[in-house]
């Protein structure tokens, strides 16, 4: 059994584009689209005072996707764990259009148990 997790930073974001609900509930909807994810119920959002910084939490049939945004330093870190692999999208076309992210960074992880649940690839 195996899965793959992407851990994605990304810097020099629009602050305002990380402070709109409807725009991170529309790179949510972008990035189960384009995966072929399976949403278990609706995403939970909580938006901080002050900065105004986002989280947001999607069960997945696969397991989750999540996101936090800091507008203060201009960048968000997401995470997408599925537990059966898949190919990822275009992470670094998808933050730059919808939030002008100029550095991007993608972490790819796969990962591989064993019959006992123990992972064989760390």
Not at 48 to 61: D, N, P, R
Request: net charge negative; proline share 4%; with cysteine.
């Amino acid at each position: 059994m195996g899965g793959v997790e992407w851990l994605v930073e990304a810097f020099g974001c629009r602050s305002e584009a990380l402070q709109d609900l409807a725009e991170l509930r529309g790179l949510f909807q972008e990035i189960v689209g384009e995966m072929q994810l399976k949403p278990i119920g609706d995403p939970v959002w909580h938006q901080f005072a002050g900065s105004g910084g986002v989280t947001g939490i999607w069960l997945l049939q696969e397991s989750h996707l999540t996101i936090h945004s800091f507008p203060e330093f201009s960048s968000i870190c997401l995470n997408v764990f599925c537990c059966r692999p898949r190919p990822a999208i275009d992470w670094k076309t998808s933050l730059f259009l919808r939030l002008g992210a100029s550095d991007i960074e993608v972490r790819q992880y796969f990962r591989c148990y064993d019959r006992q649940g123990k992972i064989l690839n760390l």
